[in-house]
């Protein structure tokens, strides 16, 4: 009989995607989006802009994004050994996201509230003053975004230089790109009405590009919520997915799949839970081996911990 030590047995079960560099640079961007938070908020306030003060105030739900982003990232590493969780902290991150996710679709609300208003209730802008700050706002969005786009472009490479192409979904890292975007976007659409308000007198323009920008930002909350939510809730692979484990298992010998559980366990990974029943059962290796094709699931990430119980069929009436 082949025997195996218990130790190699044993599963990984550390699924958190924990980046020291991507922690690092969402805290540079924390200090720069706060610094133009206040200079918005301050000039605002001194030149009669409400354009300004209402950004500012955008601004300040980022910042409370970018501290979720960062409460994740540490939570994540203090608790990488933390044995209570069934598989490590690893969801940590994507709760973060999820969050992030959230506030982006408070933000878009907001912004779709204030400028409606300002359609019916136009108000006075300081062109001069309002653009020298909007356009420094721009600069540090731009900046904000490099730093993080940067990291995670060499995330990725990483990735495949040393996981055989696999991908690591940082969707903490991802939510707070998102809201750098959003606030470079609202900067870019608040320069173009305000250029088009101070020369051509289109005030108009300003609610409209508000309006404008409240459907991009909304359809990138949409996005997240829809990458983050299934892992949350356990949310299975497709059914193709599932049927074509079946049959692999199913094909050989007569073996028969009892039962068959799939879900997102971190970023990237996926476990595995099944029931086999034949009349002449073998090793659980055996099955795993009768799974490798699927070890990594196009598009979705790998099975990365799986678990097969063998159960001998007596008798009849084990087809059905």
């Known amino acids: 009989m082949h025997t195996q030590k218990l130790k190699d047995l044993q599963h990984h079960h550390d699924f958190a995607v924990i980046s020291r560099q991507g922690e690092r640079r969402t805290w540079q961007v924390l200090v720069l989006t706060l610094i ?17 003060l209402a950004d ?11 501290m979720i982003t960062l409460l994740a990232y540490r939570y994540s590493r203090l608790h990488a050994d933390d044995h209570t969780f069934a598989f490590s902290a690893g969801k940590v991150g994507v709760l973060g996201g999820f969050a992030s996710s959230i506030a982006l679709g408070v933000v878009a609300l907001m912004m779709l509230l204030e400028s409606g208003e300002r359609i019916f209730h136009p108000r006075t802008i300081h062109f001069d ?11 540090v969005n731009v900046l904000c975004a490099w730093l993080l786009k940067d990291h995670d472009h060499h995330d990725h490479h990483a990735a495949h230089e040393g996981h055989g192409h696999e991908h690591h979904h940082d969707h903490n890292l991802k939510a707070a790109y ?12 608040a320069i173009v009405a305000l250029v088009a308000g ?35 809730l356990d949310e299975s692979v497709g059914q193709h997915y599932q049927t074509e484990i079946r049959q692999a298992l199913e094909q050989d010998a007569d073996n028969r799949v009892a039962d068959l559980h799939i879900w997102c366990v971190g970023p990237g990974h996926f476990a595995v839970i099944v029931s086999v029943v034949s009349h002449q059962p073998q090793a659980p290796d055996y099955y795993k081996a009768l799974l490798k094709p699927f070890y990594r699931l196009r598009g979705l990430g790998k099975l990365s911990h ?15």
Request: hydrophobic share 55%; glycine share 12%.
């Open 56 to 66: 500012g105030w955008h601004m300040a739900t980022h910042v409370a994004a970018f």
């Open 129 to 139: 003053e309002a653009l020298v700050v909007a356009g420094v706002g721009l600069l």
């Open 178 to 189: 998102a809201h750098v975007l959003a606030d470079a976007l609202t900067s870019v659409l």
């Open 36 to 52: 133009m938070m206040v200079l918005e908020i301050v000039a605002g306030t001194l030149y009669g802009s409400m354009a300004l």
């Open 306 to 320: 799986i678990t097969v119980e063998v159960n001998q069929c007596v008798g009849e009436g084990c087809d059905g």
């Open 198 to 232: 101070k020369f051509y007198g289109w005030v108009w323009l300003d609610p409209v590009m508000g309006i404008v920008g409240v459907l991009v930002i909304a359809r990138w909350s949409y996005s997240l919520v829809g990458e983050t939510s299934p892992v949350l």
